[in-house]
T-cell receptor, first 115, second 111 residues
Framework: GAGVSQTPSNKVTEKGKYVELRCDPISGHTALYWYRQSLGQGPEFLIYFQGTGAADDSGLPNDRFFAVRPEGSVSTLKIQRTERGDSAVYLC?????????????FGPGTRLTVL | SQQGEEDPQALSIQEGENATMNCSYKTSINNLQWYRQNSGRGLVHLILIRSNEREKHSGRLRVTLDTSKKSSSLLITASRAADTASYFCATDKAGSYQLTFGKGTKLSVIP
């Protein structure tokens, strides 16, 4: 594919449920990032992967949030016991190499709504 | 937490006019980037300026960086209706791979 893809594009769930959000990075990109964007705000960093390992998960808000990238390509962001405050657009980005010098290419995002 | 603050929060101009947006940040940076976002979804990378650069051009875009004032500006010349979007600055620090975004400027270009 030409760009970063994310599925689903929209997800509506009930408070307390478990959700998984998927990200397919650009082929060959070793670095993958997750961000969360609330209404009227800029994106906020959640977690960064270099290959299969989470190199920096300092942005995850609490232990209900977890992300994996088992084969170093596709990544899944998992949210347990969802709360209404988790409602946001979840953005995934990838870059060829890690670091700020390399452009991060963003996907279209998954809009999560927790009722 | 947000690192930067864009100014103004919203800007409305006529097609053909120039649009200037400003970004201020708090801590030392490696690079500063500008992104555009349409309809609250995916971000499109516009331009990256390194901390040792002062000005950079790309097509109708001109970015300046003043590290002594911890500020940057994005100028869009000869604006078009298609430039209507939210514009964000994002910074990264040495040793960190995460981008820290401001709250954005919402630009409306009226045909």
């Amino acid at each position: 594919g030409a760009g970063v893809s994310q599925t689903p594009s929209n997800k509506v769930t009930e408070k307390g449920k478990y959700v998984e959000l998927r990200c397919d990075p650009i082929s060959g990109h070793t670095a993958l990032y997750w961000y969360r964007q609330s209404l009227g705000q800029g994106p906020e960093f959640l977690i960064y992967f270099q290959g299969t390992g989470a190199a920096d998960d300092s942005g995850l808000p609490n232990d209900r949030f977890f992300a994996v990238r088992p084969e170093g390509s596709v990544s899944t962001l998992k949210i347990q016991r969802t709360e209404r405050g988790d409602s946001a657009v979840y953005l995934c980005a990838s870059s060829l190499i890690a670091g700020g010098m390399d452009t991060q290419y963003f996907g279209p995002g998954t809009r999560l709504t927790v009722l | 937490s947000q690192q930067g603050e864009e100014d103004p929060q919203a800007l409305s101009i006529q097609e053909g006019e120039n649009a200037t947006m400003n970004c201020s940040y708090k801590t030392s940076i490696n690079n500063l980037q500008w992104y555009r976002q349409n309809s609250g979804r995916g971000l499109v990378h516009l331009i990256l300026i390194r901390s040792n650069e002062r000005e950079k051009h790309s097509g109708r875009l001109r970015v300046t960086l003043d590290t002594s004032k911890k500020s940057s500006s994005l100028l869009i010349t000869a604006s078009r209706a298609a430039d209507t979007a939210s514009y964000f600055c994002a910074t990264d620090k040495a040793g960190s791979y995460q981008l820290t975004f401001g709250k954005g400027t919402k630009l409306s270009v009226i045909p």
